[in-house]
């Protein structure tokens, strides 16, 4: 095994081209052989392959920001083709004037960047007991990337949205394979459409979208979930009432209350989800690992929704005892902040954890909130690790 | 559920071909406990997101749902009956052409392969798909 370069990220970030993802010296790798850095190959695993869903390594989560080619991918449909450069973008609905807005259009309108942490609602679906369908996400459907493109607060402006205005329901240019599958449909409140980071954004990581997310527009509803960073964003519509279709009205929703774990919850008591809940993420030690004894420094990431990371801790005994990891001091708010712990490893079995604090108040729990579509799970991962020379 | 039985001693007559057994008798491809059924496909075919030959579930499975799915999305589930009755209910709605009887029967055979007992999928992380690397087109 080759062994990895390390990196130690400045408080400005690593720079995305020829990154190299930090490692601890590992024997014997368990869960999964990413490749080495500059590799081409081995950046996501396949979880489906139509419609497309891969999910990122557990190594690109050493980095504050994910790029492109190792961020995870996640469909309902097959993505739409093409000529994009009749792609236009409608904003209807309660508005005074409807609009329409060419890529170009929007191009020569202000440019605001926004870094921020996208995550797929179900990102952790497969470790939930008792077992929820969908696909099933370890912990790989999140990336935090710098969104760059138009508020939607200057597009509402432009078309004068009307006082009654509550919502606005998004839909993308993807088209379900059969006609009676329904539209991906989805919508957020207005007060989020006006806030100023929302943005219709054009580039991620300072590239034009790629197709697999979103070109030429999407999206970003910073510290959101995933489902409402509509992709190939085809239409806005503003809206006095809720929006509508399968995957606003049932899909993407979240129990008021907690019920019993496998039990159904009425539908009336599923709720639309909005903010993402505190994480962390071990990015450099896996499940399984085996690593020589000695120092190595514990590298991963932590998010909250809209609030900021107090604070992450550190377990090398099972959960016995905490200990505080640093933080990096860039700070982005809605973005992942990375932390690092210097584990001083010594011979014999153990479980490695990280638990994340926010500003709020808000901490990681052992165990996730059940819910029936295994949707925002964030327990405390504790990885098996032997400690051996 | 009986049907279902005969579909897994179907297909065990089936695969006895390359390993000689007295005919009409399941060939178990590991110890089962004596009530369960035999299980017809080896055990790392199924962990590695195989389907079971020959079942006309199977061809259910590739002439329905993988309209829209690779099979991989039925194959990474392990749920129970019930949960897998809600999702090929749901399905439906979305527009599986499935008989009340199909539907019954893929629901036995998707939860007797792919529920929670099943160990969970080996994954290998791949070249991103088609693409998924950033443009570089005006």
């Known amino acids: 095994m080759k062994r990895r370069t390390f990196l130690r990220g400045s408080a400005a970030g690593i720079a995305i081209a020829g990154a190299h993802w930090l490692r601890v010296p590992t024997l014997v790798r368990a869960d999964d052989k990413p490749a080495a850095a500059g590799d081409s190959a081995g950046q996501l695993y396949e979880l489906t392959s ?99 493109g138009v508020r939607l607060k200057d597009l509402l402006a432009a078309a004068g949205v009307a006082k009654e205005a509550q919502h606005v329901q998004l839909q993308g240019a993807e088209k379900p394979t059969l006609e009676k599958t329904p539209a991906f449909i989805r919508g957020i409140p207005i007060a989020k459409a006006m806030h100023p980071d929302t943005l219709v954004a054009l580039r991620m990581n300072g590239q034009p979208l790629s197709p697999h997310h979103g070109y030429p527009a999407r999206l970003v509803v910073p510290g959101w979930v995933g489902d409402d960073w509509m992709k190939w964003l085809a239409t806005i519509e503003v809206r006095a009432d809720e929006p509508k279709g399968f995957f606003y009205e049932t899909g993407y929703r979240f129990p008021a209350t907690p019920g019993k774990p496998g039990e159904p919850v009425p539908p009336d008591q599923m709720k639309p989800m909005t903010k993402l809940v505190v994480k962390s993420q071990l990015g450099s030690i896996g ?39 640093k933080l990096d001091a860039h700070d982005s708010g809605y973005g992942f902040r990375l932390f690092r712990y210097t584990w001083d490893a010594k011979p014999g079995k153990t479980k490695v954890g990280a638990r994340a604090t926010d500003s709020a108040g808000a901490v990681q729990p052992a165990t996730a909130v059940w819910n029936p579509a295994g949707y925002l799970y964030n327990a405390i991962e504790m990885v098996e690790v032997e400690v051996r020379a | ?60 499975v590739n002439a329905q749902c993988r309209i829209c799915h690779s099979v991989e999305y039925l194959t990474q589930q392990r749920l129970g009956e019930a949960a897998w009755k809600k999702t090929i209910d749901k399905m439906r709605k979305f527009g599986a052409v499935l008989t009340d009887e199909q539907a019954a029967s893929l629901v036995a055979f998707a939860a007797h392969y792919w529920n929670p007992d099943l160990p969970g999928r080996t994954w290998t992380p791949g070249p991103p798909p088609p693409g998924a690397l950033p443009i570089t087109t005006k």
Not at chain 1, 294 to 308: D, I
Request: hydrophobic share 40%; aromatic share 8%; with cysteine.
């Open chain 2, 1 to 60: 559920m009986s049907r279902f039985v005969i579909i897994v001693l179907a297909l065990a007559a089936c695969r006895s071909e390359d390993k000689p057994a007295p005919a009409q008798q399941p060939v178990p491809t590991q110890p089962t406990p004596p009530a369960a059924p035999p299980v017809t496909i080896d055990r790392d075919a199924l962990l590695a997101g195989k389907l079971p030959e020959g079942a006309p579930e199977t061809d259910l």
């Open chain 1, 50 to 148: 139509r419609p497309a869903n891969y999910e990122s390594t557990r190594d690109t989560f050493t980095t504050r920001i994910t790029p492109v080619e190792r961020f995870y991918i996640r469909n309902h449909f097959d993505i739409p083709v093409g000529d994009m450069k009749d792609w236009k973008l409608e904003l209807k609905g309660l508005v005074a004037k409807p609009q329409t807005f060419t890529l170009a259009d929007l191009e020569k309108m202000k440019q605001t960047t926004v870094e921020a942490v996208l995550q797929c609602a179900g990102n952790g679906r497969g470790w939930f007991v008792p077992r929820v369908p969908g696909v099933q996400w370890r912990w790989g459907a999140m990336g935090n990337a710098e969104w760059t």
């Open chain 1, 287 to 325: 499940d399984g690992d085996v690593i020589a004894p000695g120092p190595h420094e514990l590298v991963g990431v932590a998010f909250s929704g809209e609030a900021k990371i107090k604070k992450v801790d550190i377990t090398v005994d099972g959960g016995a005892t905490w200990q505080p990891a």
